[in-house]
Nanobody, 119 residues
Framework: QVQLVESGGGLAQAGGSLRLSCAAS????????MGWFRQAPGKEREFVAA???????YYADSVKGRFTISRDNLKNTVYLQMNSLKPEDTAVYYC?????????????WGQGTQVTVSS
């Protein structure tokens, strides 16, 4: 069982920045595939970004060039740096993990953190 705890959400103005953090449990974090997803009111959850154990990164087209995913294996933490925020980025952001390293499928999810971007 992997525990994921997100932090760093909040309110930002359009054009501003926020950094989300996700702390994961486990002794083999370096081998985890990690991802960020989001769900806006009335919409389905969607993929935002992912990072493999080898630090390959993947982004949704809607955030490419604005968001950066990274990981610190010593701290068992994955980050999502969000720049040039837009009102349409408003959503609950979820951290996800696959300890088996398959980046296409996430097995564990955090509780979510709210991000609100005002215009």
């Amino acid at each position: 069982q992997v525990q994921l705890v997100e932090s760093g959400g909040g309110l930002a103005q359009a054009g501003g920045s926020l950094r989300l953090s996700c702390a994961a449990s486990g002794d083999t974090f370096a081998s985890y595939a990690m991802g960020w997803f989001r769900q806006a009111p009335g919409k389905e959850r969607e993929f935002v970004a992912a990072i493999s154990s080898g630090r390959s990164t993947y982004y949704a087209d809607s955030v490419k060039g604005r968001f950066t995913i990274s990981r610190d294996n010593l701290k068992n933490t994955v980050y999502l740096q969000m720049n040039s925020l837009k009102p349409e980025d408003t959503a609950v952001y979820y951290c996800a993990a696959n300890p088996e390293g398959n980046i296409a499928t996430m097995h564990y999810w955090g509780q979510g953190t709210q991000v609100t971007v005002s215009s």
